[in-house]
């Protein structure tokens, strides 16, 4: 039963911030990565940014220069800063926690709505 779930959502103007919140619950994990994801109205689902345990990150191009993947341990939560944002960012923004060794596991949150306005 473990569920990931996101919060911090909303509408923002262009050139605006946003945080967003990710808690997993039902579990203790280790060696796997958390990360951000988004999905824009005909669009495929792609990588925003990811994080180890460890503290190492990873981010698409698009956003490497605005965004910052961060993570708390000990509240089993993830965050995503966004500044600057453009309306290019508008999407539904996924959490993800996946494991690629065994045990693997590959769990999705529900999704939080973030639109920026032009």
């Known amino acids: 039963q473990v569920q990931l779930v996101e919060s911090g959502g909303g509408l923002v103007q262009a050139g605006g911030s946003m945080r967003l919140s990710c808690t997993v619950s039902g579990g203790a994990f280790s060696g796997a990565k958390m990360g951000w994801y988004r999905q824009a109205p005909g669009k495929q689902r792609e990588l925003v940014a990811t994080?180890?345990?460890?503290?190492?990150?990873d981010y698409a191009d698009s956003v490497a220069d605005r965004f910052t993947i961060s993570g708390d341990n000990r509240k089993n939560t993830v965050y995503l800063q966004m500044n600057s944002l453009k309306p290019e960012d508008t999407a539904v923004y996924y959490c993800?926690?996946?494991?690629?060794?065994?045990?693997?596991?590959?769990?999705w949150g529900q999704g939080t709505q973030v639109t920026v306005s032009s």
């Open positions: 994080i180890t345990s460890g503290g190492t990150t």
């Open positions: 993800r926690l996946r494991r690629v060794w065994t045990p693997t596991y590959d769990y």
